[in-house]
Structures are given as structure tokens and as C-alpha cells.
């Protein structure tokens, strides 16, 4: 029998396929203090894999993925995949595709858009390009491309 | 040959909010443009127009403006409608901390449109989704300000009868002037050559320079002035904005690094037209104001039609003719 590194989860969510190095990143989308307390995280860094050469992995037991974190995993990380694990069987995977507009996920790099005032609003950028990511702000037409430090 | 009427006329712009020179269409741009023209004599109060008859247009101006709003105003007034004016925000509710959301959406009841400048970029593209009336950005901090393109446009087309195979140089702040930005844009759409003259630390921002190369333009930096004009058709000059840069000693490092004098322009050819969005505060010569080559002054008068070409572009469901 193959040596499992991280043991399966009976409920939750698999995300793999993540860049290596990046798992932490995806850590913080997930937002690790603010889970339930029946979670247990578990992370694969550096894991051998057929498709990227070296990867990451992680798995929340428990939690179904909100859209806005799936989008920020799509920008941090856009080559993973999410499987949604019922009762340690894969009940649905896919890879994470960005719509074309990003609403509440990213802040304005431009501390002078309107969108970082305090005014009844959520961020919201238009995916100009793809691969690489380029977002816009519908707001003050500024572009974005380094999305980890402006995650809301 | 007769076109059929739906295909004659311009696309309408009837009730559409005008936040960025994006949301033209060069058909539109170029529509509007000839309605300005014709609008020339109503500006210049020799003709009395009746378009905006009825109509009520909101001045919200939170940052304060003189030329913009004052330009705004005559168009309105000379259309026959009339103004609301907030030309001071230290006397409304957002100074007591009302959002802008909500000043919108009180004005939009009171008012047919709304000019809004605001000292933040995205302003108006909130303003627009607050209200249910059009609404035009008369500048949004550092970002779109599409009257101020439109109006240079004019002044550019109306010396040489086209916006096509001309050479154009921009000179000066081209980082945070928000007036050269739309500008480069509209220029590149239209098929002018941009050269882009500026100091080093001004230079037009990679972001803008990657938008032109997408948009297929001819664009190429020249620091050097006289090397920059000795062929130009027009010398588009900015002024450096003390209130855009982070901090002062930016400022002051390249505050009057370049001016527009006579002996400047001994280099440049006869028809070269020296624009500037005033006010200006050193960046060219009095001397110049005599010369063939001075053309900021009309261009400030051509606001006026341009904006009432606007205005009635949008407010008149008709298609009158002034």
C-alpha cells in the first residue's frame, strides 16, 4: 500500500495542486484562526507531482470553500484544484476559474480609489487578462497583478 | 445615395453616464465634435439656444474647480436650463460625514444630470451607480476628467481639420497629470503620433505605455524639448501638480525643469499649436501668448460648446440642432 503523507478526511475539502511554496498563501485566504473549532487543517508542502514537478497541498476538514475564497485561490494560485470530499469520497472536483469580475477579494492598490473610502461598496476589478492575471479596478481603472498583497 | 435615418445618425447618448473618454466610441467622439462646432455661436452668446430649456443640472463640485465648473455653468445657462451649484463641500453633509453614495442619490432627485469632481479616482463610476440620472465626470483626483479630452480634441481638430497622422507631444507631468492620460489615449485611437517628453521621474507610467502598445499606437520618448518639436504639429504642455505628488522633495526636484518660450519654439515648424489645460504657473512664456502658436486660450473658450454639445447630447431625447 502506498505511504499516505497527510491521512484522508472522512468531510471537507482537498485543495491540491497548489504551486509550490504557496500553501501558506492559501492558508491565509482560509483564514485558519476564524475556522470551526472540528477542523483540523493539514498541509503538504513540496510534494512530488506528475502534472507541476513539485507542489503543495492542503486539506480543511469540515469547511466547504466560500466563492469569494475560491476566487482568491484562483488569483494566489491558479493552477489548483478543489475537491469537495463527503464521507472520504470525492463528491466533486474541479479547477478554479476566475469569473470575470472579482468582487470583495482584493483592496485597491490606490489608497486614493474611491473603493478604499469609507462608502457602501465592495472592491470590485474586471479580469482584463488571463495567464498571467491581470485584474482592473472598475473603479479607478488602476491594474493589478500582484494580488497577495492586496487580498481584502 | 440616401442612408436610412437609424443608420445616419450617431448612436444616441441619451441618459448614459460619461465617466471615462473610454465610454465614447470614436463615432461618438467624432459626433460630438461636430455638434460643438455648430454650437460655437450659442457659446459665444451671438445666437440664443433653447435645448436645455426645463432642465435642471446638479455642480457638484467637492473639490473645488473654477474653469471646470464655471465652463459647466455657462453651457448650462447658455442651453436655457439651470444650475445647482455645491461649489463648496465644507458647507454640505459630507463634510459632516455623509458618503458620497448618499449625496448622489439625494441630488439625482433634485436635479435631470450630475457634474461631479472629487478628489477621488472612481468617484464618478460610484456616482454614476448611485444615481439614476446621467452623470458626467468633470474629474475624479488623478484619474478621468473626458470633458477636458474632448475639449482638447476640439481645439486640435478644429486647427487642423483632422485628429489623423498628426504629431502630437505631450510634455511635462506625465505620471500624475490625469489630462494626459485619457488624452494619449484618445489621440492613439484616433491615429495621431504621440511623443512623450517629460523628466525622468515623470514619466509616463508603464501601466499607460502598455495600454497605447495594446491599442497599436505610434509612441516614442523624447526628454529633450527642441528635439521634441522640431516636427510636432502640437506641444500639449502640462503643468506639474504640487497637490498630486506624495511628497515635496519629488516635487521639488523637477518643479521648473522645462518652459515654453520663444526661443523654444524658433525650432519648431510655423503651424505647431502650444496647448495647455491651464493654469499655468511658469511652464510657458508670456511671450508665447502673442505668437501664431498659442492656443490655450481657445481651448479654454471651446469648453463651453463642448460641454453644452455634451450635455445636450444627453439630456435631449430629440436631436435638435442648436
Redesign the interface.
Known amino acids: 500500500m502506498r505511504e499516505l503523507k497527510i491521512t484522508p478526511i472522512r468531510n471537507g475539502t482537498v485543495i491540491d495542486h497548489i504551486g509550490t511554496g504557496l500553501a501558506l498563501d492559501v492558508l491565509r485566504i482560509l483564514n485558519v484562526r476564524e475556522l470551526q473549532r472540528d477542523s483540523t487543517v493539514s498541509v503538504a508542502l513540496h510534494v512530488r507531482s506528475g502534472k507541476l514537478g513539485w507542489k503543495d497541498i492542503v486539506k480543511v476538514e469540515n469547511v466547504e470553500l466560500s466563492s469569494r475564497a475560491v476566487n482568491a485561490i484562483a488569483l494566489i494560485a491558479p493552477t489548483a484544484t478543489i475537491s469537495i470530499i463527503r464521507d472520504f469520497r470525492v463528491r466533486e472536483k474541479r479547477s478554479v476559474d476566475l469569473p470575470p469580475k472579482v468582487v470583495g477579494v482584493l483592496k485597491?492598490p490606490?489608497l486614493?480609489?474611491?473603493?478604499n473610502?469609507?462608502?457602501?461598496?465592495e472592491s470590485e476589478f474586471e479580469v482584463t487578462d488571463r495567464r498571467p492575471t491581470v485584474l482592473r479596478?472598475?473603479?479607478?481603472?488602476?491594474?493589478v497583478d500582484d494580488f497577495l498583497r492586496h487580498l481584502a | 445615395m440616401i442612408f436610412p435615418h437609424s443608420l445616419a445618425r450617431p448612436m444616441s447618448l441619451h441618459g448614459r453616464d460619461v465617466v471615462s473618454i473610454r465610454d465614447l466610441s470614436r463615432e461618438e467622439i467624432a459626433g460630438l465634435l461636430d455638434s460643438a462646432k455648430r454650437m460655437i455661436p450659442v457659446a459665444e452668446g451671438r445666437r440664443a439656444s433653447p435645448l436645455l430649456a426645463g432642465k435642471i443640472v446638479a455642480m457638484a463640485f467637492v473639490e473645488p474647480s473654477t474653469r471646470t465648473r464655471l465652463s459647466f455653468e455657462s453651457a448650462v445657462q447658455r442651453l436655457g436650463g439651470s444650475c445647482l451649484t455645491i461649489a463648496d463641500a465644507g458647507a454640505t453633509s459630507l463634510r459632516k460625514g455623509e458618503s458620497l453614495y448618499d449625496t448622489i442619490r439625494m441630488l439625482s432627485s433634485y436635479a435631470d444630470a450630475i457634474v461631479l469632481r472629487h478628489p477621488n479616482e472612481g468617484a464618478a463610476r460610484l456616482a454614476a451607480r448611485a444615481s439614476d440620472r446621467p452623470v458626467i465626470n468633470a474629474g475624479d483626483g488623478a484619474g478621468q476628467h473626458p470633458t477636458q479630452t474632448l475639449l482638447d480634441l476640439m481645439t486640435i481638430r478644429e486647427r487642423f481639420g483632422t485628429l489623423a497622422g498628426l504629431k502630437v507631444v505631450l510634455l511635462g507631468d506625465l505620471k500624475y497629470g490625469r489630462t494626459v492620460h485619457s488624452l494619449a489615449y484618445a489621440l492613439a485611437e484616433f491615429g495621431s503620433e504621440i511623443t512623450l517628453s517629460s523628466p525622468e521621474s515623470l514619466r509616463l507610467p508603464e501601466e499607460h505605455r502598455d495600454d497605447l502598445r495594446r491599442q497599436g499606437a505610434k509612441v516614442h520618448d523624447e526628454p529633450n524639448l527642441e528635439r521634441a518639436i522640431r516636427d510636432a504639429d502640437v506641444l500639449y504642455v502640462t503643468r506639474i501638480q504640487k497637490e498630486r505628488f506624495p511628497d515635496e522633495s519629488e516635487y521639488r526636484e523637477v518643479a521648473g525643469t522645462y518652459r515654453v518660450d520663444a526661443r523654444v519654439l524658433k525650432e519648431a515648424k510655423p503651424q505647431l499649436i502650444v496647448m495647455h489645460p491651464l493654469p499655468r504657473v511658469g511652464e510657458i512664456a508670456a511671450e508665447v501668448d502673442a505668437t501664431p502658436h498659442a492656443a490655450y486660450f481657445r481651448q479654454a473658450f471651446l469648453a463651453v460648446p463642448v460641454r453644452m454639445a455634451l450635455l445636450s447630447a444627453i439630456l435631449d431625447r430629440s436631436g435638435r440642432r442648436p
Do not use: D, K, M, Y
Not at chain 1, 112 to 115: A, D, E, L, V
Not at chain 1, 117 to 121: A, G, I, K, S
Not at chain 1, 137 to 143: D, H, I, P, S
Open positions: 485597491c490606490n486614493n480609489c474611491i473603493s473610502q469609507p462608502e457602501p461598496l479596478c472598475v473603479f479607478c481603472e488602476r491594474r
